[in-house]
């Protein structure tokens, strides 16, 4: 094993963090830059769906609320693509292998927000889920990631909070409003679930990301946390989860709960989700309609390094 070999696993072994100026194989370079790639994709690709609802969300306050939320996703997202290019990505080339297919976001925002309950919904179980997902990779063994995930988790709270107590607010108000909370809940609970990832056997890069320290728990763990931080939250709300298997198993210390249809995730990855096509064009026309932006931007960085030279 050479040096820097060695250097590289025993920072792994001590539980020390990889910086940019490490040595790393190839294969953990390739790994984060998907997972983190895939990452930023997702807040910036996550920022659509509830942004459908600005223009009409339902007072001055919800509107603040949600605004400054979507504007966190993007800071989340623009973030997590610097701690990309420390890995040496190139910030264009993962924008472009997203808008054509060739880089993963995640599946959930790829189902439709119907109502404003969706946005409550998104609040309480999306972020629910991704602070679950989230924390521990605080702990992950690249430093960049890992101190992005400490900032992005405290905003993902907040994220959380807001969703909630939107949705205790419907709850307290007319059956209407109950039943949208209701049947927004119905549509993203399985979608949630899905969030977390393939199967724990059906996991192709969980054994060596939890290797690697880039992982702390395995899919199916994370997927249980969640189920048994949500349901006494649904209690509390007084909604249920469309899931007749629910309930609590007391020889384990957690909730069962149903089979999750993983050919819908396999087909929502694949790019056959209700959302899909529409969520890229966006992306797409955005990114093109910016090119005028970073043309100046650069023509401007080169004027003022001309001048001081
Ligand atoms: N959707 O072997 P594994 C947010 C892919 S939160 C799409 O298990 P891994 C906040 C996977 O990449 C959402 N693709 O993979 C927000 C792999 O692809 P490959 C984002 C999925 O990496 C809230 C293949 O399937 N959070 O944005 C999904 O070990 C509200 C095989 O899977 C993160 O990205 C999926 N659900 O574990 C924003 C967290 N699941 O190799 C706006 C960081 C799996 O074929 C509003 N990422 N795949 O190219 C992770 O923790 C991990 O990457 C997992 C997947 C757990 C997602």
């Avoid at 930023?40 to 942004?51: K, T």
């Avoid at 992950?140 to 205790?168: D, N, V």
Wanted: glycine share 6%; proline share 5%; hydrophobic share 40%.
């Amino acid at each position: 094993m050479s040096d820097l070999e060695h250097h590289f696993e025993a920072t792994i072994a001590a539980d020390h963090r990889i910086e940019p100026r490490d040595w790393v194989p190839d294969g953990y370079r390739k790994t984060m830059i998907r997972q983190i790639a895939q990452h930023a994709h997702s807040e910036i690709i996550g920022m659509q769906p509830e942004g459908n609802w600005i223009t009409r969300a339902p007072s001055l306050r919800r509107k603040a609320i949600l605004l400054a939320k979507v504007q966190d996703e993007a800071g989340h997202g623009l973030y997590l693509y610097s701690a990309a290019e420390t890995l040496g990505a190139d910030r264009g080339e993962l924008t472009e292998m997203l808008i054509s297919g060739r880089q993963k976001y995640s599946s959930i925002f790829n189902y439709p927000t119907l109502t404003f309950a969706d946005v409550g919904v998104i609040g309480w179980l999306v972020d629910g889920a991704a602070i679950c997902n989230q924390v521990p990779l605080c702990r992950s063994s690249y430093g960049p990631y890992a101190r992005a995930m400490i900032r992005i988790c405290k905003e993902e709270s907040f994220h959380q909070r807001q969703g909630y107590e939107l949705l205790l607010t419907l709850m307290r108000g007319t059956e209407a409003q109950r039943d949208m909370v209701q049947d927004a809940v119905n549509r993203w609970w399985w979608p949630s679930l899905m969030m977390f990832g393939p199967p724990d056997d059906a996991s192709p890069n969980t054994a060596q990301s939890m290797a690697w320290k880039i992982k702390r728990h395995t899919n199916d763990e994370l997927r249980q946390r969640f189920v048994d931080m949500s349901v006494p939250q649904a209690e509390k709300l007084g909604v249920t989860f469309p899931d007749p298997d629910l309930k609590w198993n007391a020889e384990r210390g957690h909730y069962d709960f149903g089979a999750i249809d993983w050919s819908e995730l396999k087909r929502v990855i694949s790019g056959d989700g209700p959302c899909n096509a529409e969520r890229i064009e966006n992306r797409r026309r955005a990114h093109e309609d910016g090119d005028w932006v970073r043309e100046a931007a650069i023509a401007h960085a080169a004027k003022h390094s001309s001048k001081a030279a």
